[in-house]
């Protein structure tokens, strides 16, 4: 199985809004809703920010959304802040019954 | 409060077993729907997923590495093992273990990882 696609890296600037992108196939992300996203600060361990394509873990702020449509899901981050700056993977269940992360991708907030 | 400490050798020579243990407190994986998995992530780079065991004894691996993962549970101790043959220096990186949940497919929480260097 190969990895998930997702942007290198994004930015944006505190207060504004930005989307990363994570694609798969029909046989990763298309086909199930087990779509994760997770936060990854340098030197710490991953931290689950998103569950079944759009669902929020109790703590997580609400400026964090998830989609999807068809073999793409999205993160958004709403209202940016210095603290969102981290790495962000995607990750989904696959035909296989195993699992599959993105390539990961590094978020700049200016 | 669910919690988990990865444990095991910080250096391995090429060619050795790599044996990993997920210790954990807060929940038994022997109540329906519990599943504990390991990932790994080399330096810099992006997290890898390796295997998963759940409540029931269903074991599931990374195809690229099926062949060289075994994973099993002591429910009696809290524990998840994972064994990793002819361990080769691409292997290098941190390996983290974390909870999971049958039917969400979420890994959440994880473990602070454990970073397994391999080196003649």
């Known amino acids: 199985q190969s990895a998930l696609t997702q942007p290198a890296s994004v930015s944006g600037s505190p207060g504004q809004s930005i989307t990363i992108s994570c694609t798969g196939t029909?046989?990763?992300?298309?086909?199930?809703?087990?779509v994760s996203w997770y936060q990854q600060h340098p030197g710490k361990a991953p931290k689950l920010m998103i569950y079944?394509?759009?669902n929020r873990p109790s703590g997580i702020s609400n400026r964090f959304s998830g989609s999807k449509s068809g073999n793409t899901a999205s993160l958004t981050i709403a209202g940016l802040q210095a603290e969102d700056e981290a790495d962000y993977y995607c990750?989904?269940?696959?035909?296989?019954?195993?699992?599959?992360f993105g390539g990961g991708t590094k978020l700049t907030v200016l | 409060q669910i919690t988990l400490k990865e444990s095991g050798p910080t250096l391995v020579k090429p060619t050795q077993t790599l044996t990993l243990t997920c210790t954990f407190s807060?929940?038994?994986?022997?109540?329906?729907?519990?599943?504990v998995t390991w990932i790994r992530q080399p330096p810099g780079k992006a997290l890898e997923w390796l295997a998963l065991?759940?409540?029931?004894?269903?074991?599931r691996y990374s195809p690229s590495l099926k062949s060289r993962l075994t994973i099993t549970k002591d429910t009696s101790k809290n524990q998840v093992v994972l064994t990793m043959t002819n361990m080769d220096p691409v292997d290098t990186g941190t390996y983290f273990c974390?909870?999971?949940?049958?039917?969400?497919?979420?890994?959440?929480?994880w473990g602070q990882g454990t970073l397994v260097t391999v080196s003649s």
């Open positions: 029909s046989s990763d992300v298309g086909g199930y809703n087990y």
């Open positions: 974390a909870h999971s949940t049958s039917g969400v497919g979420e890994f959440d929480p």
């Open positions: 990750s989904s269940y696959t035909t296989s019954r195993t699992w599959v």
């Open positions: 807060g929940f038994s994986l022997s109540t329906g729907g519990v599943g």
């Open positions: 065991i759940y409540w029931d004894d269903d074991k």
């Open positions: 079944v394509v759009n």
